[in-house]
């Protein structure tokens, strides 16, 4: 039998994620440190309330700084629907969703709904390529990364391995 992979198999297991009560300007700033391109919003509980991408927070982050540290990241993503998937579903439906819905990734979550880790169109294509996803190895997904005020800075490395603080 052709058992297919699942998507713990392929997903980050540990995004960085943010708070709904939290700015618009700290998105950018754990968006940019992070480098990641889609940051998965959680509430209290821990449940996925959306996902942010890249782009979007680029246009809405083009406000003056003193409105964006006003403006919450609940205001970006409580007006439309959140489209995930679960640690168990096979790989193929959630390549399916992601090319439905337009998506280039979909929070993973548990029963509960609860973030447990995130599957970008990046992981799928390293997978299918065979190239390794930095994804946690199969097992118990590690908590996802919430929101630190305290995230080290993002570095950038010229030609002669200089590091750029």
Do not use: F, K
């Not at 297919?4 to 540990?14: E, G, I, K, N």
């Not at 509980?45 to 540290?69: I, N, P, Q, W």
């Not at 489209?83 to 096979?90: G, I, Q």
């Amino acid at each position: 039998m052709n058992e297919q992979p699942v998507v713990r198999s392929l997903m980050d297991a540990a995004p960085y994620a943010i708070s709904e009560d939290e700015s618009v300007l700290m998105a950018w700033e754990i968006m940019e440190r992070s480098g990641q391109r889609e940051l998965p919003v959680v509430r209290g509980d821990g449940c996925c309330a959306g996902l942010l991408d890249r782009a979007e927070l680029a246009v809405v982050c083009a406000a003056a700084a003193t409105t964006l540290s006003r403006r919450r990241v609940r205001d970006l993503v409580h007006a439309r629907r959140t489209v995930t998937v679960h640690p168990e579903d096979p790989v193929p439906r959630a390549a399916s969703v992601m090319a439905q819905e337009h998506l280039d990734a979909l929070p993973v979550t548990d029963a509960h709904g609860r973030l447990i880790g995130l599957l970008t169109a990046r992981d799928y294509v390293a997978a299918a390529a065979g190239l390794p996803s930095g994804a946690e190895p199969v097992g118990q997904a590690a908590p996802a990364r919430v929101t630190l005020p305290a995230l080290p800075p993002r570095r950038a490395v010229r030609e002669h391995g200089i590091v750029i603080p």
